[in-house]
């Protein structure tokens, strides 16, 4: 046999391999993508599942750090008699620190609009107290500091932490 006769022989083979498999491909392609969507359709569901709890649980969360972190509450837990200022704004501080830290990671299970309307009233109550501190002087005791901040609380007109906790209830809702 001539080495000219078997690349040719090769060569064909390989060109009828491959128009058999185009062949095959193209008869079965809806079969396969309609396959590839039911997994898809299919791991949605049982990711919805899974992740639902998570999301709820996140939403509970986060309405427990805003009451947390709002002024009256805040106060009333960390307030202890004859404090100095900068050892409440101190305190203060460190708590709305360390509880939005502790709830960061729920950030991934609700909606980028209402974490960022959460971040700006963390930054918000930080900047109100450090606020306040400024417009008081130095020797004063932590009840003068309180008086302030829920004065402050009170000249607004609506509630930014029940806006807030409104906010995260919408966003339960269209969960369901």
Known sequence: MNIQQVLADIIILFAGIFIA????????????????NLKTTELNKESRAHILPLRLQAHERLIIFIDRINPPNLLVRLHQQGIAIATLQAGILNEI?????????????????????????????IAMVNNAVQGLPADVNGIELSKAILQHMA????????????????DIHRLF
């Not at 498999?21 to 590839?36: E, G, P, S, T, W």
């Not at 000249?155 to 919408?170: A, M």
């Open 21 to 36: 498999l185009v062949a095959v491909y193209y008869i079965l392609k809806n079969d396969i993508q309609r396959f590839f």
């Open 97 to 125: 620190r360390s509880e939005y830290q502790h709830n960061i990671t729920q950030q991934l299970y609700i909606d980028s609009v209402t974490w960022g309307v959460v971040r700006k009233l963390k930054d918000d109550t």
């Open 155 to 170: 000249s607004i007109d609506e509630n930014p932490y029940d806006l807030t906790i409104e906010l995260i209830k919408k």
